[in-house]
């Protein structure tokens, strides 16, 4: 296993800047839903970190739950269909607020389907919250309502984002130079 020095290119977002922000997303949504009821749901497995962040940075109360998503392989498409849910929620949606906690957009396929299968379970409200907003890369129309960085589109790690499956514990989000970074899978 190589150590991420050995192909980060450049820190994109430095871990006092993500703090900071996670700060202002956590001020801004407990402005927004005081008084109401709020559970918020975790992609899982990149928006862990963003998520136990973001609950420090909230002042109201609020119940969390997990779902986790896959694509059925590279080859996966624009259609909110070809996401497959291989954890799902043990909460019951109906009639409550929900804020989708993400730590990427990029295609926005992956949150778009699950935004189309959670609206079948009738809750009052659904809205998203994306640590990182790859903008260029959107092929599915996604409204996303609390963005914490727009990025370039490069691959980047940390902060919850891996590179197979590793690496999610750095505190920052780095860009990987490709060239320098050997697959293990
Ligand atoms: P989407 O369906 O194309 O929007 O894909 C979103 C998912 O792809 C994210 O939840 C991440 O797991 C993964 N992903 C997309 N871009 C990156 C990246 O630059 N680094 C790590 N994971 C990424
Ligand atoms: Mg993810």
Do not use: W
């Not at 996401?83 to 929620?89: E, K, Q």
């Amino acid at each position: 296993m190589q150590d991420y020095t050995d192909f980060l290119q450049e820190i994109l977002i430095p871990e006092e800047e993500l703090q900071a922000r996670v700060l202002e997303l956590g001020a801004e949504i407990s402005r927004d839903y005081v008084g109401q009821d709020l559970l918020l749901i975790c992609i899982l497995r990149g928006g862990v970190m963003f998520l136990t962040d973001l609950m420090r940075a909230l002042s109201i109360p609020h119940a969390i739950d997990f779902m986790a998503v896959s694509s059925y392989g590279a080859g996966a498409r624009s259609s909110g269909s070809e996401v497959r849910i291989t954890l799902d929620l043990t909460t019951a949606v109906e009639g409550r607020n929900l804020l989708l906690v993400e730590d990427i957009i990029d295609s926005g396929n992956t949150i778009a389907s699950v935004l189309e299968l959670l609206k079948t379970r009738h809750p009052k409200s659904m809205r998203v919250c994306a640590l990182l907003d790859k903008a260029e890369r959107r092929e599915a129309v996604v409204p996303i309502d609390y963005r914490g960085f727009t990025i370039p589109n490069k691959f980047v790690f940390g902060y919850g984002l891996d590179l197979d499956d590793y690496y999610r514990n750095l505190p920052f989000i780095g860009v990987v130079q490709p060239d320098k970074y050997l697959q293990t899978d």
